[in-house]
């Protein structure tokens, strides 16, 4: 059940992706999406590759290319550094 927020259909608790909003529960593979923390406290997974733009305001926000915003606890050096990171991870260091 892609996007209903009830798991599989088998019950699992299988990832929920949220289509063409780049945003995963936070049940999602870590290894595939960046972990942000909303101002709430919640954790949320998005997709890095899906980020758009980020600014302080003083709030960090981020806008994604399907246009949605998120705003995050996370300042924007962190979430720069996180998408460095996952990016190393997947190509390998800079030479």
Known sequence: MRGSGAGAVDGSTAPVFYPGVGLWSPRAEANRVI?????????????????????????????????????????????????IDFKRKIYGPAE
């Open 35 to 83: 972990q942000l923390i909303r101002l709430n406290g919640q954790a949320v997974m998005v997709n890095s590759d899906l980020i758009e733009s980020l600014e302080e305001t003083p709030d960090t926000v981020v806008t994604l290319t399907s246009g949605n915003k998120l705003i995050v606890r996370d300042r924007m050096a962190q979430v720069q550094q996180k998408i």
